[in-house]
């Protein structure tokens, strides 16, 4: 009886765990979905959705006792049944691409050959070399009569379907493996966003319990389990608000430039430095130009790619960028009149390097705004000396300066 009571347990805790991992892909799935998608539980499979305009279905498979995509494993070839079965009732609409998670890093020698097929030929070839491992040779197919009751039951469904259905399954197929930890991976996807290291495991118990509170509610009221992308994007912004400060600031990506790079930029003559060099800056202040001025570079072409900032948010950086220059410009007027021009330059550089403005309504790193002040120089848009944009004035064109 304790035995009993020991194996009954654990197959309990092994459903739970089944359980979680569909919960936890569904949570990962709401991370990585944009604005207008759904995803669904235990709707047309275990987790499905629509992302980017695109149907999916996707079984998920806990492999906490065995390995649900061995060759001969009925798990892998249920699957695929069930998928069939699916398509030819309707159930699942054309054009739905399947998923199949495993949580533990499986391998299948014919999970991945059927995930890796995209083309028609070779999805027909891989279909071959499957009826021959499980059936024999046509025409007398003298293997399949030895095949396990339990696996045939769901093998012959598959490999007796139409050839071309089974094609359009397996080239719209896709074989996920995990790291044996579904919600680390989650924790990894909400790291990947501008969010301190240190509030990342508060965020992920905030959402996931918004998840599992959110489909309880939709199963109590007995609507579908469904649950959009928008809806969950209100609650994710809020958690990150709530635990999260360093959405105030944008970190950097950038490093100091190598003595290789510095040199490198003096050689371009490039038309910022010409601009210290008409106020007769020190080569401190030249040396000082060069590393803020890539390092910003750097952090503009980061922070767009991450998606941290929008373009147009730099396009309004740089015009206040200028309306800084243009009024610290009239006050070193009035304060240095009479005075050397390049005195006038060193102090308007001065005063416009100590500003700190914001980028996107957050604050950026110390090199950023000179760096910025740089890139505008460089374009003739900003300048230090009182005349840089009749000394400056580009080969066969003319300045615009205000």
């Given at each position: 009886?304790?035995?009993?009571?020991?194996?009954?347990?654990?197959?309990?805790?092994g459903?739970?765990?089944?359980?979680?991992?569909?919960?936890?892909?569904?949570?990962?799935h709401?991370?990585?979905?944009g604005?207008?998608?759904?995803?669904?539980?235990?709707?047309?499979?275990?987790?499905?959705?629509?992302?980017n305009?695109?149907?999916y279905?996707?079984?998920?498979?806990?492999g906490?006792?065995?390995?649900?995509?061995?060759?001969?494993?009925?798990?892998?070839?249920?699957?695929?049944?069930?998928?069939?079965?699916?398509?030819?009732?309707?159930?699942?609409?054309a054009?739905?691409?399947?998923?199949?998670?495993?949580?533990?890093?499986?391998?299948?020698?014919?999970a991945?050959k059927?995930?890796?097929?995209t083309?028609?030929?070779?999805?027909?070839?891989?279909?071959?070399?499957?009826?021959?491992?499980?059936?024999?040779?046509?025409?007398?197919?003298?293997?399949?009569?030895?095949?396990?009751?339990?696996?045939?039951?769901h093998?012959?469904?598959v490999?007796?379907?139409s050839?071309?259905?089974?094609?359009?399954i397996?080239r719209?197929f896709?074989?996920?493996?995990?790291v044996?930890a579904?919600?680390?991976?989650?924790?990894?996807?909400?790291a990947?966003?501008?969010?301190?290291?240190?509030?990342?495991?508060?965020?992920?118990?905030?959402?996931?319990?918004?998840?599992?509170?959110?489909?309880?509610?939709r199963?109590?009221?007995?609507?579908?389990?469904?649950?959009?992308?928008?809806?969950?994007?209100?609650?994710?912004?809020?958690?990150?608000r709530?635990?999260?400060?360093?959405?105030?600031?944008?970190?950097?990506?950038?490093?100091?430039?190598?003595?290789?790079?510095?040199?490198a930029?003096?050689?371009?003559?490039?038309?910022y430095?010409?601009?210290?060099?008409?106020?007769?800056?020190?080569?401190?202040t030249?040396?000082?130009?060069?590393?803020?001025?890539?390092?910003?570079?750097?952090?503009?072409?980061?922070w767009a790619?991450?998606?941290?900032?929008?373009?147009?948010?730099?396009?309004?950086?740089?015009?206040?960028l200028?309306?800084?220059?243009?009024?610290?410009?009239?006050?070193?007027?009035?304060q240095?009149r009479?005075?050397p021009?390049?005195?006038?330059?060193?102090?308007?550089?001065?005063?416009?390097?100590?500003?700190?403005?914001?980028l996107?309504?957050?604050?950026?790193?110390?090199?950023?705004?000179p760096?910025?002040?740089h890139?505008l120089?460089?374009?003739?848009?900003?300048?230090?000396?009182?005349?840089?944009?009749?000394?400056l004035?580009?080969?066969?064109?003319v300045?615009?300066?205000a």
């Open positions: 009886m304790a035995q009993k009571s020991k194996d009954g347990a654990t197959s309990a805790l459903q739970f765990y089944g359980y979680g991992i569909q919960e936890a892909r569904f949570l990962h709401l991370l990585r979905s604005p207008g998608d759904t995803v669904a539980l235990e709707c047309i499979d275990d987790v499905s959705g629509v992302q305009g695109e149907k279905a996707e079984q998920v498979k806990s906490l006792a065995h390995n649900p995509i061995s060759d001969r494993s009925i798990d892998l070839w249920k699957t695929f049944a069930n998928w069939l079965n699916g398509r030819r009732s309707g159930k699942i609409p054009g739905t691409k399947f998923i199949l998670y495993v949580a533990q890093p499986y391998k299948g020698k014919i991945r059927l995930s890796d097929c083309a028609k030929q070779d999805a027909k070839a891989v279909i071959a070399m499957i009826r021959k491992e499980f059936w024999g040779d046509a025409p007398h197919f003298d293997k399949r009569a030895s095949i396990p009751e339990k696996l045939a039951k093998v012959n469904v490999l007796s379907a050839e071309n259905a089974f094609i359009d397996i719209a896709t074989l996920e493996c995990g044996g579904p919600y680390d991976e989650i924790a990894q996807e909400i990947s966003a501008p969010v301190g290291a240190e509030n990342v495991e508060q965020i992920l118990q905030r959402l996931a319990g918004w998840v599992r509170t959110t489909v309880f509610a199963i109590e009221k007995g609507h579908p389990a469904v649950v959009s992308r928008d809806e969950f994007h209100t609650e994710y912004v809020a958690a990150v709530k635990f999260d400060r360093s959405d105030t600031i944008l970190p950097s990506y950038a490093t100091p430039p190598t003595e290789a790079d510095v040199q930029e003096l050689l371009l003559d490039q038309t430095l010409r601009q210290l060099h008409l106020i007769g800056a020190e080569q401190e030249v040396y000082d130009a060069i590393n803020t001025f890539l390092m910003a570079a750097t952090d503009r072409t980061e790619k991450r998606g941290y900032i929008h373009r147009s948010s730099l396009a309004e950086y740089e015009a206040a200028k309306r800084v220059w243009a009024s610290k410009k009239m006050a070193v007027k009035v240095m009479g005075k021009p390049e005195d006038f330059g060193t102090l308007l550089l001065s005063s416009c390097l100590e500003a700190s403005i914001p996107q309504g957050k604050t950026v790193s110390t090199h950023f705004t760096g910025s002040f890139k120089a460089n374009t003739l848009d900003v300048g230090w000396h009182p005349d840089f944009a009749s000394l004035v580009p080969a066969g064109g300045a615009d300066v």
